[in-house]
């Protein structure tokens, strides 16, 4: 199994920036999907997520109305779509995959719930 983000960089406040999670090893439709970014605290914050049930999309408080998960069950892969971005969006952002991993009470499962794990990509927003 192997997930490998990309699209990171830099943008300016305001602006839009899309994140890719490119899937191999693994059946994405077996498998719940998160989003996280690290934390200046070094703690993984979930960003949107996917169960594994039902296909349904969550988001965090933080990323609901600028943030869209998307999948394509053909190209195996995850997008972030992040518009509207903050200088407070600013992370090491991660994918992470979980075979049969549903979602709870409608919020994102916590990182330890995830075994596969990307290697992260750098989203730096500033002026």
């Known amino acids: 199994v192997q997930l490998v983000e990309s699209g990171g960089g830099s943008v300016q406040p305001g602006e839009s920036a899309r994140l890719t999670c490119q899937a191999s090893?693994?059946?994405?439709?077996?498998?719940?999907v998160g989003w996280f970014r690290e934390l200046p605290d070094k703690k993984l914050e979930a960003v949107a997520c996917?169960?594994?049930?039902?296909?349904?999309?969550y988001y965090s408080y933080r990323a609901k109305g600028r943030f869209t998960m998307s999948v394509d069950y053909v190209k195996n892969t995850v997008d972030l779509q992040m518009n509207s971005m903050r200088r407070d969006d600013s992370a090491v952002y991660y994918c992470?995959?979980?075979?049969?991993?549903?979602?709870?009470?409608?919020?994102?499962?916590?990182?330890?719930?995830?075994?596969?794990w990307g290697q992260g990509t750098q989203v730096t927003v500033s002026s």
């Open positions: 996917i169960d594994s049930r039902d296909g349904r999309i």
């Open positions: 090893g693994l059946d994405l439709k077996a498998y719940g």
């Open positions: 992470a995959a979980e075979e049969g991993l549903g979602v709870v009470s409608g919020e994102c499962p916590r990182d330890g719930s995830y075994d596969e």
